[in-house]
Each structure stands twice: as structure tokens, then as C-alpha cells.
């Protein structure tokens, strides 16, 4: 199944390489505002591969980043991601199931896309 991208959701930017100048452009454009969290992540996965002796940390954030990339960078796809997001927290428990089903749906075909499809 493809990414369930809306009508004319065309992506902004081509689908970056899953390293490290390919995502953090990647972030800086479609993203910037999440910049920061980016950096923190980067230097989390570092420390914590140096502490575990592994590059699965850090493959692991070159993932999660990408599937970030991969959402944002098409506006319809990301707009429809927050607002189940936010719907996640209302009061009618029909409104979260729909909000945790798009969400999960979303993110799920984000991490097929990234993973090659």
C-alpha cells in the first residue's frame, strides 16, 4: 500500500538519502521549527550507540528522522497527522479511535515508504 497522500499533496522536496546532511536539510526545510529535537535525538543515538557498542541507535535515528521527512514533506499528509494528534486528546471516544486509526495508518505507511516502499 503507498502512502495515503490526498489529492495534490505533492511533495515538497524529492525523499532524502537516510543520512546525516540529507536529513538535517531535509528537516531545516519541510521542518525547521523541530531543529532542535533533531540535534537532541542525533546526540542521544550517538552517546547511546557508544554506550551499547552498536550502530543500531544511530540506523534507528536516521529511521525515525526519515519517517518524519517522509510525513512532512507532503502538507496535506502532515496537517492530517496533527489533527489526529489533537483529536487524540478529545473527550468523545469515537473522535479518538478515528484520530488514533489515522494516525497509526499514517504513520505506519510513512515507515513502509522510508523502508523502500
Same mark, same amino acid.
Request: proline share 0%; net charge neutral.
Given at each position: 500500500m503507498a502512502m495515503p497522500y490526498a489529492e495534490g499533496d505533492a511533495p515538497l522536496i524529492p525523499r532524502p538519502d537516510l543520512s546525516l546532511p540529507a536529513l538535517r536539510q531535509a528537516v531545516a526545510t519541510v521542518v525547521p521549527s523541530r531543529l532542535p529535537e533533531f540535534f537532541e535525538d542525533l546526540q542521544k543515538a550517538f552517546v547511546r550507540a557508544g554506550d551499547e557498542d552498536s550502530v543500531v541507535p544511530i540506523r534507528m535515528f536516521y529511521r525515525e528522522w526519515g519517517v518524519v521527512v517522509e510525513? #512532512? +514533506?507532503?502538507p496535506e499528509t502532515a496537517r492530517r497527522l496533527h489533527a489526529a494528534e489533537l483529536a487524540i486528546n478529545s473527550a468523545d471516544p469515537a473522535v479518538r479511535d478515528r484520530a488514533? +486509526? #489515522?494516525?497509526g495508518q499514517i504513520v505506519r505507511a510513512a515507515h513502509r515508504e522510508v523502508a523502500g516502499g
Open positions: 510525513i #512532512e +514533506r507532503h488514533v +486509526r #489515522e494516525a
